[in-house]
C-alpha cells in the first residue's frame, strides 16, 4: 500500500428526494485532517455517511489510492458517528471486546484503551450507568482498537469534557502520524493544530 488519499470530485448527495449538496470537491491524503463545518442540515453528517459507504452517491466521483484495492474505501474507515452504539447491559470492558475481537490484534489491548481514553477504571461497570461524556469516550475507544487508517467523525467533542477533548487531540495526532487520515464534521473546534478545511453552504431544496 501506499500513501493513502481520498478525491472527492463533483459530489452530489440526494436525501428523502431532496438533493442535499452538489458540486462538492475536497482532497485529504495520509496525516492530513479535513475539517468540515456549515450549517444545520447542510449535509455533513451526510458527507461522512456517503464516504463511509452508507449512503449513494447521486453523482460525482470519490476516488481512494494507496489503500487495500481489495477493499472499498468503507471498509476502510471508522465512522465515529452521533450514535455512540453501546450495548448498555454489558459492562464497559464487554463492550469492548467485543470490538477487539471483530476488528481482529490491534496490537493494543481492550485495557490499555479504554486507558487511553480515561474510562480504565469503570471497567467493570455497565454501560446503561456511564455518563453522556463516558459513554462517548467509550464509543472513543472502539477508534484505538479498529485500526483503520479512515477516521470520519462527526461531532466528536460532543459531551467531552476538557480533559476528554484534550485525550481525544492525542489521539488525533497520533492517528495522522502513524500516517491515518481524518475527516471530522465539527461546530466548534478541534483540538488538532493543522488542519484542512471544507465550508458546506444552506441545504438546497430541489
Ligand atoms: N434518512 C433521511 N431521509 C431523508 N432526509 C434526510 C435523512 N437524513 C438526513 N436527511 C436530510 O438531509 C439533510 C442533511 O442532513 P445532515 O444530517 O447531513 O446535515 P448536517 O449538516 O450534518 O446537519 P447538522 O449540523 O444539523 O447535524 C437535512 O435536510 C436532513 O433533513
Do not use: M, Y
Given at each position: 500500500m501506499g500513501d493513502l488519499a481520498i478525491e472527492g470530485r463533483g459530489l452530489v448527495c440526494d436525501r428523502g428526494g431532496r438533493?442535499?449538496?452538489?458540486?462538492v470537491d475536497f482532497d485529504v491524503a495520509a496525516g492530513e485532517a479535513l475539517v468540515v463545518t456549515g450549517p444545520n442540515g447542510a449535509g455533513k453528517s451526510s458527507l461522512l455517511r456517503t464516504i463511509a459507504g452508507l449512503i449513494e452517491l447521486a453523482g460525482g466521483t470519490l476516488e481512494l489510492t494507496g489503500?487495500?484495492?481489495?477493499?472499498?474505501l468503507g471498509a476502510h474507515c471508522h465512522y465515529f458517528g452521533h450514535?455512540?452504539?453501546?450495548?448498555?447491559?454489558?459492562?464497559v470492558r464487554e463492550n469492548l471486546e467485543f470490538w477487539h475481537r471483530y476488528y481482529?490484534?490491534?496490537?493494543?489491548s481492550v485495557l490499555e484503551a479504554l486507558d487511553r481514553v480515561g474510562i480504565g477504571h469503570l471497567d467493570?461497570?455497565?454501560?446503561?450507568?456511564?455518563s453522556a461524556g463516558q459513554r462517548r469516550r467509550l464509543a472513543l475507544a472502539r477508534l484505538v482498537v479498529s485500526h483503520r487508517p479512515v477516521w470520519l467523525l462527526d461531532?466528536?467533542?460532543?459531551?467531552?469534557?476538557v480533559a476528554s477533548e484534550a485525550r481525544l487531540g492525542e489521539l488525533m495526532a497520533a492517528h495522522l502520524l502513524a500516517d491515518g487520515l481524518i475527516i471530522a464534521v465539527t461546530h466548534g473546534a478541534l483540538p488538532l493544530a493543522e488542519t484542512k478545511s471544507l465550508k458546506l453552504g444552506e441545504a438546497r431544496v430541489a
Open positions: 438533493r442535499v449538496f452538489a458540486g489503500g487495500d484495492p481489495e477493499l472499498s450514535e455512540n452504539a453501546l450495548k448498555t447491559q454489558l459492562t481482529g490484534d490491534c496490537g493494543v467493570h461497570l455497565p454501560a446503561a450507568v456511564l461531532e466528536p467533542t460532543a459531551a467531552l469534557d
